[in-house]
């Protein structure tokens, strides 16, 4: 099969935000190319880095962009398209070139080198206290006690680096407890309910409109050895599909719901139905221009802010629900 390597050119300060308007029109697996992030991968004092192929060292004076890939299809050109009307737009009312030039060049590439390029970039992490997350084709051999979460994203969005789904792992390893249920709303990779059953949670119920997303998670959770007696997984928007509120049933503990400001917006009518009483919400995703906007929805469905955590413009929001 052949796919088309789409690269998208901005600032770097840009490309968070992009990556988020990018990934509403379902554009997704995400390389980010930012000499600004390879500096800290260099000066990253958990690793000794002896050598750097030469490869990658071009990437300290490379201009900032994003690359993701598409099927040379009707519906990768549908994509394309849908991709083209978003940068004209945003070019459109960018009176402060916030986002650079959103240049776009497009090459063919075979299935093969799409599914492996990204991974030259992708390396151990740790997250909060207790994690440590890495892709299945790298080694840790001092753990340091954490506990390792393995993830290959794939097409999906979800590796874990992101801002958003860092924050919403630091508040799961202080809000997770032994035996909880966990909701996952947009699940993606699937890393946020791995995250919650690696910190205690007893079962992890895992929701994405995305049918790759879906089938991505459920590998994912049986590499990290949570089978279907754990984990379920549905396709779907609770939004607009009531059979499927009911499916996936009511006394959680906990949501997360890592996704965008509008999505978070129209489900929050309907997070509080899902939850225990004093069941606590993660909602992240949201830059802080819209963060007002995601309170108030969230007031206006009788959901209790507790905590807002912010990283570079992201935020993470703590709450709790049916008090």
């Not at 029109?25 to 880095?49: M, R, S, T, V």
């Not at 390396?123 to 207790?130: A, R, W, Y």
């Not at 994912?220 to 509120?245: H, Q, W």
């Not at 905590?307 to 049916?322: D, F, H, Q, R, V």
Request: glycine share 8%; proline share 2%.
């Amino acid at each position: 099969m052949q796919f088309r390597q789409v690269d998208v050119y901005t600032k770097s300060e840009a490309i968070q935000v992009l990556v988020m308007r990018l990934s509403e029109l379902g554009l997704n697996g995400f390389i980010i190319h930012d000499p600004a992030d390879f500096e800290e991968f260099l000066e990253n004092k958990e690793y000794n880095w002896d050598y750097v192929d030469d490869s990658l060292m071009g990437l300290k004076t490379v201009e900032p962009h994003i690359t993701c890939y598409v099927q040379d299809n009707e519906q990768g050109a549908e994509m394309l398209s849908a991709l083209g009307g978003t940068l004209d737009e945003l070019k459109e009312n960018d009176t402060d070139d916030f986002y650079g030039s959103l240049d776009v060049t497009i090459d063919c590439v075979r299935e093969e080198d799409w599914a492996n390029n990204w991974k030259q970039y992708y390396k151990p992490f740790t997250v909060g206290e207790k994690l440590i997350v890495k892709p299945s084709w790298e080694e840790v051999e001092n753990t340091d006690g954490r506990k390792i979460l393995e993830i290959d994203p794939a097409s999906s969005f979800g590796t874990g680096q992101h801002h958003t789904t860092r924050l919403v792992m630091e508040l799961l390893e202080k809000q997770i407890h032994e035996g909880d249920r966990m909701l996952d709303l947009g699940t993606g990779s699937g890393i946020l309910s791995i995250a919650g059953l690696l910190l205690g949670a007893k079962q992890a119920v895992m929701v994405d409109i995305f049918e790759n997303s879906v089938r991505t998670a459920k590998e994912n959770t049986e590499k990290n050895g949570f089978g279907s007696d754990m984990v379920s997984a549905y396709i779907g928007n609770i939004s607009d599909d009531e059979p499927l509120r009911e499916k996936i049933g009511t006394g959680f503990d906990i949501i997360t719901a890592n996704i965008v400001a509008d999505v978070i917006v129209s489900m929050s009518p309907y997070f509080s139905g899902f939850l225990k009483k004093n069941g606590k919400l993660i909602v992240s995703g949201v830059i802080t221009e819209r963060l007002d906007e995601v309170l108030s929805a969230l007031k206006e469905n009788n959901i209790k802010v507790e905590s807002i955590s912010e990283k570079e413009g992201w935020n993470a929001i703590l709450c709790t629900c049916n008090p």
